[in-house]
């Protein structure tokens, strides 16, 4: 079983910047992908950036230019620097793991952190 404990978090007004850091248990170092999804109420979930084995990293384009992720693989580390922050960024945010390749699609991570939130205000 993966387990992940997500840090940071917090409120920010708009245009700040936040950290959240997410550390991982065992899982085989040569098959996984990580990823940060987020949650707001009345949204769906989103994949906002993940990382896979081979270092391939995908963004969701409302994040793109704004948040920047950071995977350390020995330690198992995965980090998320988002900058100028919007309020419509506010949500709970979960470090997740697959299998497999890079993928941003949330119903392919079988295991989840608890979640951190995130509030942005206008």
């Known amino acids: 079983r993966v387990t992940l404990a997500e840090s940071g978090g917090g409120s920010v007004p708009a245009g700040g910047s936040m950290e959240l850091s997410c550390k991982a248990s065992?899982?085989?170092?040569?098959?996984?992908?990580l990823g940060w999804i987020r949650q707001a109420p009345g949204k769906e979930r989103e994949v906002v950036a993940a990382?896979?084995?081979?270092?391939?990293?995908r963004y969701a384009d409302s994040v793109k230019e704004r948040f920047t992720l950071s995977h350390d693989k020995v330690e198992r580390t995965l980090s998320l620097q988002m900058s100028s922050l919007k309020p419509e960024d506010t949500a709970k945010y979960y470090c997740?793991?697959?299998?497999?390749?890079?993928?941003?699609?949330?119903?392919?991570?079988?295991?989840w952190g608890q979640g951190t939130q995130v509030t942005v205000s206008s």
């Open positions: 997740a793991h697959a299998m497999g390749p890079v993928t941003t699609r949330h119903v392919d991570y079988g295991y």
């Open positions: 065992w899982y085989d170092n040569n098959n996984y992908c």
């Open positions: 990382v896979d084995n081979d270092g391939q990293i």
